[in-house]
């Protein structure tokens, strides 16, 4: 039902979750069924799947506007504020990749959000134990992997809260292994607010996990309504920069880096404040922490003009690094003012660059051949006429997957092309090329809301589907080219693991091994037997991606276009051109102030000596 859906999918904040839409006389919804109960079983106690029959829940189908069958959502744990219904909601995400268990679960595995400590050294973990002022217990796991693994970060989520989860990896925390006495991996302590501890010794499973941490963990909390008066969730601590140059420096995107000094007792709510207004911009740039607490750290603030932070007058400090790549010789430049989220947000776009390309109906064909009609394009319409600092940003982080553009609602004859009927409305197109040679293209509108976070999802999902169907069409072309392999056996048991353990099609020979002409007709078998099987049954037809309404490029290359367009590298370079024309305007506005300032200091100079002069001609007069 429609209240179940709302209160077990929409509500809940501990677990992320996948569903397939159905109706029981949907054919291909009955195909996908095995598959879907596969990834149920593969991810219980990580993920959540479900199926919803619209026969039952039609209310649904109209709740999220669900035309095909079978549909495949996905739902992330946190519900959003919808900044146009002002009601925190769930926004859901199609899924268009590959409907095999093994996809689905990597997919829905790559979503899985993190609130785990990474425990390095001894002061780490003094740091992450005396940051505990709700007095919560903390589940510490040794491991020798190199990062998490979906099931600790699904518990994680699942006891966000409630218990603080926390990691050890071998390789760089030795020292905390042995004083945990860990001797063997992997290994879970468990170690309350009094600082006694309990070394778990079940089997590592979500199940036994979950009831061990339920044990020692705080009461669950009761569920959120998804209204407007919902408190906003928890953000995740600002992460620490551990390279400085190889992380901001040499780094192409653009970087907000906070000088901070968490550890002091005053600092503590000012710090709060910084993490939590940070953290509000939803990943708009790049951001992170150096944490002031040796001489390095003192003389990069130093360096990079946080000298207020650096000296102790100030708490912190905000420095952000220019988009382009080399920074060493660039300018940060400092934010000052009352720290918001709107004036945080406005500093960061002054300095977004500009990687949209504008199309209108005259150059919408050379816009479409982008990246060899292979790169997919995103196009804003609307009725705004500059492009705003939110879809800069869009641009800029997924300049790599996209090609951007923007499109004026007064141009009706694109909007007409694209079947755009309503604005501001953000369009998917993806080239699926034909065995006859053509390029049809999938239109995929986007139904969310236009805030960055939930088209960074959007983006990020479509992304990371686009990948995995490309390696699987690689896996696909690997397997066909691979020639079947022919093995000589002498026995009933070689001929049980050869033919019948293996299953499937098995093609015998039979040879005389005594005869003189073996060699000659077993090399000759070797190269014609695999001709017999020609690669066996051929797989199933893949699903295409975008299942929309296709439209022949053939159909939008008919103008003349009069109007050039410029491809991605020239919008980075004229990006970069503009950087450096305002990093010589700022030092000629600075030249020019020094030096009116230095002639205003010498007039005064030549004021004061004509004074002092006549003052001396009035005392020789008396």
């Not at 050890?168 to 006495?181: I, K, N, P, Y």
Request: negative net charge; glycine residues 4%.
């Amino acid at each position: 039902s429609k209240d179940q859906f709302n209160e077990e999918v929409l509500k809940a904040t501990d677990s992320i979750w996948m569903i397939t839409f159905f109706t029981p006389d949907c054919a291909p919804c009955q195909a996908l069924e095995p598959e879907f109960n596969k990834l149920a079983t593969k991810l219980a106690g990580i993920a959540k799947v479900g199926a919803v029959d619209l026969q039952a829940a039609q209310e649904v189908a109209k709740q999220l506007g669900i035309q095909q069958l079978p549909t495949i959502k996905f739902f992330a744990h946190e519900p959003e504020l919808n900044p146009y219904t002002k009601v925190f909601d769930k926004t859901a995400v199609d899924y268009k990749g590959p409907r095999t268990a093994k996809k689905m679960a990597d997919f829905l595995t790559a979503q899985l959000p993190t609130f785990i400590t990474v425990l390095e050294d001894a002061a780490g973990y003094s740091h992450f134990k005396s940051d505990n002022s709700e007095g919560l217990a903390s589940a510490i796991l040794f491991s020798s992997k190199e990062e998490s693994s979906p099931l600790y970060k699904a518990l994680s989520l699942q006891f966000k809260d409630r218990l603080r989860l926390a990691e050890v990896r071998t390789a760089e925390g030795t020292e905390l292994a042995g004083e945990f006495g860990v001797d063997t991996l992997p290994t879970v302590i468990l170690e309350k607010s009094d600082g006694t501890r309990v070394q778990y010794d079940g089997t590592i499973g979500a199940e036994p996990l979950a009831d061990f941490f339920t044990e020692y963990a705080a009461a669950a909390p009761e569920p959120k309504e998804t209204n407007a008066q919902q408190k906003a969730p928890q953000v995740a601590p600002l992460a620490e920069i551990p390279d400085f140059e190889a992380t901001v420096l040499e780094s192409e995107d653009i970087w907000l880096v906070a000088f901070t000094k968490p550890e002091e007792e005053k600092c503590k709510e000012e710090n709060d404040k910084l993490v939590k207004t940070v953290n509000d911009l939803h990943g708009l740039v790049k951001a992170g922490q150096v944490v002031l607490n040796d001489e390095a750290s003192v003389k990069l603030a130093t360096d990079w003009t946080a000298t207020e932070a650096a000296s102790g007058e100030a708490c912190y400090q905000i420095a952000l690094f220019p988009f382009g790549p080399d920074k060493a010789d660039a300018d940060a430049e400092i934010f000052s003012g009352e720290l918001d989220v709107k004036k945080l947000q406005e500093f960061v776009f002054e300095s977004v660059p500009s990687l949209v390309t504008p199309v209108t109906s005259q150059n919408s064909d050379q816009f479409l051949q982008m990246g060899d009609f292979s790169m997919p394009k995103l196009i804003l319409f609307s009725k705004k006429t500059e492009i705003s600092g939110t879809y800069k940003s869009l641009a800029m982080n997924f300049r790599s997957d996209f090609a951007f553009g923007f499109a004026s609602s007064t141009d009706t004859a694109l909007a007409t092309r694209f079947q755009i009927t309503t604005f501001p409305k953000l369009l998917l197109l993806i080239a699926q090329p034909t065995e006859d040679g053509q390029v049809n293209f999938g239109l995929q509108p986007y139904n969310g809301a236009l805030n960055y976070q939930q088209m960074s999802l959007f983006c990020k999902s479509i992304a990371m589907q686009l990948e995995m169907m490309k390696n699987q069409g690689q896996e696909q072309e690997v397997k066909k080219e691979a020639p079947a392999e022919v093995v000589e056996v002498s026995t009933n048991d070689e001929m049980y693991e050869a033919c019948a353990a293996k299953g499937g099609l098995c093609v015998i020979a039979l040879l005389d091994a005594t005869s003189e002409t073996h060699g000659a007709n077993l090399e000759v078998l070797t190269k014609e037997m695999p001709k017999l099987v020609d690669g066996g049954i051929d797989p199933p037809a893949q699903e295409e991606m975008i299942e929309e309404e296709e439209f022949d490029l053939s159909d939008l290359m008919g103008e003349e276009i009069d109007s050039g367009i410029p491809s991605k590298e020239d919008l980075i370079k004229q990006a970069e051109k503009e950087i450096e024309e305002e990093k010589a305007r700022k030092k000629r506005e600075a030249e020019e102030a020094a030096e009116k300032e230095k002639a205003e200091k010498s007039k005064k100079d030549k004021k004061k000596k004509k004074k002092n002069k006549k003052k001396k001609e009035l005392h020789s007069d008396l």
